[in-house]
């Protein structure tokens, strides 16, 4: 069992555990210099990341935040900006969290796009919708959110010149728990390697609330399901997930459970097919 946990991890990259404060502090400092070096090799100067009142989006804006702060000192060019933008998709349930994660971050700017219209009119238009049962229906339309939300970020990306941050982690990643050309579409993905723990750490040390940090989360994106935890879709826990990818002894019915999901999701993980 350990063999395989030991080559998935490798796969995805998977960080060692954290081995005091020190190493946390190195940590953090190795991922916004990585957010700095981006911006530096692409020749941008703007940052948009979508906030969503989770602590994945949360740890990630504050590590940008501190990035493009970082720059401007260093090179007198307040030019480099962070964009933050909230994504409803009409109301959001949990539309304080969100707003206290942007609040929690400050960043250079705020914007807000609902998305409730631009996936309803589509839906509209697309007859492979009609007659499904109503769960497939919801669930098809919950990755349509997903992909409008990547699409909002690109065009005020594009409008300023800017990159595309995106939130995908270790623990994410093995389990496919993202939406293929939606959140998992991005320019640069800071939390790559870590797992759920690990960000909550990340998030804990940076300064973010505790309420935010240990928030349940979730994807949240089927109406016939709103607030439905990750936890719930995995069939498993993030503990359980986060011991398996750092090695550590894990039941056989959630060693079988992350495999197989691994294996499953493994073209999500992919780029595109070619001869």
Known sequence: MKAIQDAIAKDLNVQPPFEGEQAVQAEIQRRIRFIQDSLRE?????LVLGISG????????????????GLRAETGDESYRFIAVR?????QGDEADAQASVDCINPDERHTVNIGPSVKALAAEIRALDGLAPAT???????TKAR??????????????GLVVGTDHGAEAVMGFFTKFGDGACDIAPLTGLVKHQVRTIARTLGAPEFLVEKV?????????????????????YKEIDAFLHGKPVSPEAFEIIKRTYEKTHHKRQLPKAP
């Open 148 to 161: 409008i939300r990547m699409v909002a970020q690109y065009t005020i990306a594009n409008a300023r010149q």
């Open 217 to 237: 989360p979730t994807a949240d994106l089927e109406d016939l399901a709103p607030g439905k935890p990750d936890e719930h879709a995995h069939g498993v826990t």
């Open 54 to 69: 989770g602590v994945d989006s949360l740890t990630a804006g504050m590590l940008c935040q501190r990035a493009v702060e």
């Open 137 to 143: 229906a919801d669930f098809a339309l919950g990755n």
């Open 42 to 46: 692409s020749g941008t100067k703007t």
């Open 87 to 91: 994504l409803p998709y009409n109301v």
